[in-house]
């Protein structure tokens, strides 16, 4: 299977709309891989919010078809019949169709930002591609391990994650790539955005993560694009050769508990 992870640059300097129109060229560049990745929020940056998401959403239906290519589309400000803004991610078909949509669960800023600009989303999402059933979830995700759990639960063997990291928390972006694929072994796709959010410096390092830990792509800190080959054949044969995940015993079922005297 081939991927492309498009770290896309988000700066001041650049409309919206000629973004857009960038990123869908460089989508239609990637006619013949499989899976095409984007990053979260990279129409308006990951601490900017204005609802874009038709005309975002019609650019990135018709670069997917027009390349004939699975697209994860990153994420986009969604708001909601009721007025509610959800940062919600959308996976197109190869024919420009809308497989899937995944509002953001955990929403990041502690009581500010989006933490209290957006609503959370609160369903799972998985995809079925041809060659591999796709997890989805974004950023400030990664930091929680129970929603992996249950997305491979639900089936993933690739799990895919657009963000919108921080420079100055890089180290816990790559290492928490690591252990999600590790405990979950699974593929781990992670494309994030380069450039500076209102001013905050983005990590960029875009990563790909085989189910025993080992790196097979990383990008460095500017707009990139990382090309990746692997087989999602091996997520069965690692579950199989170390079947760690047959061990759960909290959260595979219900415990049994036991009632203090």
Request: contains cysteine; aromatic residues 6%; hydrophobic residues 45%.
């Amino acid at each position: 299977m081939r991927a492309s992870l498009l770290q896309i640059r988000v700066d001041e300097g650049e409309s919206v709309d000629s973004r857009r129109q960038r990123v869908a060229a460089l989508v239609r560049e990637q006619a013949g891989v499989d899976l095409v990745v984007l990053p979260e929020l990279w129409t308006t940056g990951a601490f900017a919010y204005e609802t874009l998401e038709g005309r975002t959403s019609e650019a990135m239906a018709k670069a997917a078809s027009d390349a004939g290519v699975w697209l994860h589309a990153g994420s986009i400000p969604e708001r909601a019949p009721d007025g509610t803004l959800y940062n919600t991610s959308l996976v197109f078909t190869p024919g420009g169709e809308l497989a899937a949509s995944y509002r953001k669960i955990h929403r990041f800023g502690f009581d500010k930002g989006e933490a209290v600009l957006m609503g959370a989303g609160s369903e799972l999402v998985t995809v079925r591609l041809p060659e591999t059933t796709v997890g989805v979830a974004t950023c400030y995700d990664l930091r929680f391990p129970e929603l992996f759990r249950g997305l491979v639960d639900a089936g993933a063997e690739t799990l895919v994650i657009p963000a919108g990291w921080p420079e100055r928390r890089r180290s816990h972006w790559t290492l928490l790539a690591q252990a999600r694929a590790v405990e979950n072994q699974a593929f781990v796709l992670a494309c994030g955005t380069a450039g500076t959010h209102a001013g905050v410096p983005q990590a960029g390092h875009s990563i790909v993560v085989d189910p025993w830990g080992e790196v097979l792509a990383e990008a460095g800190t500017d707009e990139e694009i990382l090309r990746v080959e692997f087989d999602p054949a091996k997520v069965a044969v690692t579950r199989e050769q170390f079947p760690a995940l047959k061990d759960r015993v909290l959260g595979s079922a219900p415990a049994a508990r036991r009632q203090a005297p």
